[in-house]
Nanobody, 126 residues
Framework: QVQLVESGGGLVQAGDSLRLSCAASGRTFSSYAMGWFRQAPGKEREFVAAITWSGGATYYAASVQGRFTISRDNAKNTVYLQMNSLKAEDTAVYYC???????????????????WGQGTQVTVSS
């Protein structure tokens, strides 16, 4: 059983930065791509960013490209999401997720991820 635990959310002002962390356990973390998704009130969950198992490639939603950076530390079984220049529209619950395929490619479809964290709230005031 895989466990993913997010942390680092909070209330910030527009223009501020936050770094989210997602600690993984229960599976060989370094063999799986990871993703971040978010869900705003009244909206469907959407893709934010993904990173390959090695960390050698990343993929971002257009809405966060240039502001957010996904990274991972396989020695610590942790994936991060550095969020800069935050906007009110970034307000959401942020989830990390683990790819269901070992050594899988980057993907934005949430159906390709089989384990999810409980989420961490990010609120950006304007």
């Amino acid at each position: 059983q895989v466990q993913l635990v997010e942390s680092g959310g909070g209330l910030v002002q527009a223009g501020d930065s936050l770094r989210l962390s997602c600690a993984a356990s229960g599976r060989t973390f370094s063999s799986y791509a990871m993703g971040w998704f978010r869900q705003a009130p009244g909206k469907e969950r959407e893709f934010v960013a993904a990173i390959t198992w090695s960390g050698g490639a990343t993929y971002y939603a257009a809405s966060v490209q240039g502001r957010f950076t996904i990274s991972r530390d396989n020695a610590k079984n942790t994936v991060y999401l550095q969020m800069n220049s935050l906007k009110a529209e970034d307000t959401a619950v942020y989830y990390c997720a683990a790819d269901r395929h070992i050594y899988g490619s980057l993907k934005r479809d949430e159906r390709e991820y089989d384990y999810w964290g409980q989420g961490t709230q990010v609120t950006v005031s304007s």
